[in-house]
């Protein structure tokens, strides 16, 4: 999830921790995305959509890296976020520093992620093809990074993770349903659990979720249209089938201090005070 200030795009669950030096997390509010909810896109919403599925892929609000991970398995990835953050400790074997380098904090930018404003006027398409933009992205300012996504120049696609409540608000209807509507918008049937600060692969929510996609964007017009509807189709149960074995190496890469909502559940209320203190 990216790291933007006034994200609220995936507030799925209550606060589930007080993490070291929180002001960072908290305030740019990071949530990661579950792995196997960004193999849907691929795996379902996009060959239901009737979409080319793109060979190179820009994630601008990559936080943590945990979706564009899953992105790598599909196509070329150029990862960026707002932020750099500083990562608990990892296992010698999931740290990919050498090992005299080590005694440094742990940041993202071992994991290939640039720090990039989105919004700036000198981010660009990296890229000298075409290609699509993914990201799990600000609910706030989602419409702004879309349209800024479907006016760059070698932009195919644009695919955004989102709450299912971003389908309403007669703003949102003027900004973006009734001049460019998506081609198609993919509900998940099963909750996509996100957490503050990490990924929880035991994790549980009551929020739903979908892919808002646009597959051509050239053909997106700034204008109000006669017929601005499109269609939903739902993605089906697919958590058991998509979820991979190295996902739980995905699961350590965590902000200091991160303790996944599904740990806390099953400790005392004395484990659990000193977990939050």
């Known amino acids: ?48 959509a009737d979409a080319e ?62 720090r990039v404003d989105f919004f700036d006027d000198e981010a660009v398409w990296p890229c000298r093809g075409g290609g699509w933009i993914i990201g799990n992205p600000p609910f706030v300012p989602a419409a702004r990074m879309l349209a800024k996504a479907l ?19 007669e703003e949102r209807w003027g900004e973006i349903y009734s001049k460019m509507p998506p081609s198609v918008v993919a509900p ?29 964007p050239k053909r997106c017009k700034l204008l109000v249209r006669a017929d601005p509807s499109f269609p939903l189709q739902h993605i089906p149960p697919c958590r058991a089938r998509l979820t991979k074995r190295e996902d739980r190496a995905l699961a350590l890469r965590c902000v200091p201090g991160f303790v996944p909502p599904s740990v806390l559940r099953k400790q005392s209320p004395r484990q659990e005070a000193l977990a939050l203190a």
């Open 1 to 48: 999830m990216t790291a933007v200030k006034g994200h609220s795009a995936v507030r799925a669950m209550k606060k589930p921790i007080k993490l070291s030096q929180g002001t960072v997390w908290e305030n740019l509010e990071l949530f990661p995305t579950p792995p196997w909810a960004t193999r849907a896109l691929f795996d379902i919403a996009l060959p239901r």
């Open 53 to 114: 599925l793109p060979t190179f892929a820009w994630d601008p609000c990559a936080g943590l890296g945990h979706m564009a991970s899953p992105l790598s398995e599909y196509a070329t990835v150029h990862a960026s976020d707002v932020h750099i953050y500083e990562l608990a400790q990892l296992p010698a074997e999931h740290d990919p520093r050498e090992p005299e380098f080590r005694g440094a904090p742990l940041t993202t930018t071992s994991f290939g992620i640039d």
């Open 151 to 169: 006016a760059l120049d070698g932009v195919e696609g644009v695919a955004l993770l989102l709450r299912l409540q971003w389908l309403t608000t």
């Open 188 to 216: 998940f049937v099963e909750r996509v659990p996100m957490c503050l600060g990490g990924y929880d692969p035991d994790g549980s929510t009551a929020t739903d979720y979908a892919w808002f996609i646009w597959s051509e």
